[in-house]
């Protein structure tokens, strides 16, 4: 019998992060299934992307490829999580990067208030 690990992470969305995906979903279609490849890493608990800088979470940016354009992960999504603890963690926000260029640390730093206070 495979070592298969029993644990797993649990995953948890900002607000923020269901708003933006249900507003991204009806322009692109495919975007959760564009996302859904992450999310599965994320769950076993793979640390995918790179650690966004000066904000005072363990936040990662991940590019993730947009299907519904085909341009590349360049133009697809940005998709912004946090790593609460060893066996949490919180998806804060996604964006298209054809519709917004970046994400300030302030507003990262706003949604991840907003979500502790809730």
Known sequence: MPND????????FTLEFKRNLRTLSRKYRHIRSDVQPVIEQLKSGEIVGDQIPRVKYTVFKVRVKNSDI????RSGYRFIYYVKTKSEVILVTIYSK?????????QI?????DYDES
């Open 5 to 12: 690990q029993v644990f797993s992470i649990e995953i948890k």
């Open 70 to 73: 085909r341009k590349g992960k």
């Open 98 to 106: 054809l519709e917004q260029s970046d994400i300030s640390t302030e």
């Open 109 to 113: 730093r706003q949604i991840l208030q």
